[in-house]
């Protein structure tokens, strides 16, 4: 398994590297620029706009292109190309007030743009934590050939673990940073060959069921938030776009992080419990109920947040998982609401109440979402023995997000078993 990662480090040696930087990301705008008017150009004569292999095959003996490493300029080249193409993508999507890319130029002045520097354009020095980033032919013959900077990282990252596939120096808030794309490939053998199985819902957004344990994650949280942001939208009028705007990325950022959190809790429980495969129930069930109805979150308007919410909690928890080796399944929630955990008894009539199945055939009484998940987990691995003890079915363990910590505890609880 490939993982590719983006390290941000600050420059530790601004002073001696400043001005040689500034020079690279302000040849990168006049690259930019020339590359702009060549398409604008082309665009104009064929109505066609050339692609990041005409562009390179065009420039590459302006004199701007040598301003920089060959492979700095035709990033340059490619990132035009790109914006282009982003462009009519929008446009084809009925954006119309998508407008191409434009020059890079304030007044008379250039902005300084990115400037990246891939394989040949880049020597790293681990021991002495620089890295030195090669000039174009041109801006070599007053200096140096290269730029030396020394760098500094978040202390928990060791560059030594990946390789780096390319350097970056980006301008932002008046300095220069260093961004490291690394890359590195990591097999982990899983935890063990247990099987866990998830049912994700709306009150408890996830059901966890280990065949003999089990664990609630309420959607407090998310609720609470859905709530919040839906006041305050509504207090905004048209006149305030910007301030919806902001409370929607910042409902987004939250949402984002209560998922991550989430992922990360259940993969964290799994690798506990020698889990080398989680089974999620099919996302299908959670966007309709039984009558095809989709449902929401009530009188409060859940709005959009479910199928959003729920297809990215697979692919954080994919991801997550992976990372640890587990192994993740996607399964039919099919009949897993009205078939009992226990004794396999499928029956549209079974008594579901206050969050209570219970099974008329064998008495068993579990809470419904853990018998979901449960059902979910034997999907994939064969049922344990029916006379096994299956108290664990009505008493999960409850962990509560908990906003002031940012992260899901255990709560005491107390079940009520009378149906
Ligand atoms: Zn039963």
Redesign the pocket.
Known sequence: MRTVRTFEASIANPQQVGDDLDQLGWAASKLWNVSRYYAQEQWDDTGEIPDDGELKAELKGHERYTDLHSQSSQRVLEELAEAFTGWFAKRRDGDSRARPPGYRKRGDSHPRSTVTFKAAGFKHDAQFTRVRLSKGRNLKEHRSDFVLCEYELRPDVDLTEWDIQQVRAVYTYEEWRLQFICRKSIDPDPPGDGVAGVDLGISNIAALSFGSESILFPGNALKEDEYYFGKQKAKCDDSRSNERLRLDRKRTERRTHFLHTLSKQIVSECVERGVGTIVVGDLEGIRDNENGESRNWGSHGNLDLHGWAFDRFTSILDYKAETEGIDVLIESERDTSKT?S??G?KDGNQRVERGLYV?E??D?VANADVNGAENIRQKVTPSPSQDRSNGWLAQPSVHLFDRSEGRFAPREQVVDCKP
């Open positions: 009992c226990a004794c008894t099974c055939e064998c068993t």
